[in-house]
């Protein structure tokens, strides 16, 4: 009678840890299935909002992603403005490398700006940020080439 018992605790554990590893699988391909950067266009502002269901920072934050075509020699301004919270705005190579960033512009107040030159072509990615373990609000963001590498 004891193997009567011990067979069913035996299956019972094998399923179980059969389907924890089928749902880690899972919810891993979703994940990378999910993460898709926001194209967006340069010269051209955009209204948008950052949630506590974008992209955890693993800092307490949230981030959003936009892609941008980006040649060499340009040389680009980065606008992002929020009355909702402290912003903070990177500009990551194709590679992975922080190009640059910035969490309170010149002007004095918690908004962002970023200049930056770009060396290699490629995409680029723009994050949004909320500062410290906030979850974000409605905010502008604004991608400017100042000057194109065909300009030079």
């Known amino acids: 009678m004891a193997k009567v018992l011990l067979f069913p605790s035996y299956a019972a554990i094998l399923l179980t840890a059969t ?3 089928i749902g880690v699988q899972s919810e891993v391909n979703a994940q990378h299935v ?33 892609l ?6 340009d040389q680009v301004v980065i606008d992002l403005t929020s009355d909702e919270f402290d912003t903070v705005v ?7 490398l922080v190009v640059g960033e910035n969490d309170d512009g010149p002007d004095g107040t918690t908004n ?5 030159r770009i060396t290699e072509t ?20 604004k991608v400017t080439r100042l000057r194109q590498a065909e300009d030079m």
């Open 112 to 116: 962002s700006l970023l200049f930056a």
């Open 68 to 73: 941008v075509r980006l040649q060499a020699e």
């Open 122 to 141: 490629g995409n680029y990615t723009v994050r949004v940020l909320a500062f410290g373990q906030t979850s974000g609000g409605n905010f502008n963001l």
């Open 90 to 96: 990177k500009l990551i190579a194709t590679d992975g």
């Open 19 to 21: 389907l924890t590893t």
């Open 34 to 66: 999910m993460y898709s950067p926001i194209p967006l266009r340069t010269n051209n502002e955009i209204s948008d909002g950052l949630t506590d269901r974008d992209i955890p920072t693993g800092e307490g934050g949230f981030s959003r992603d936009y």
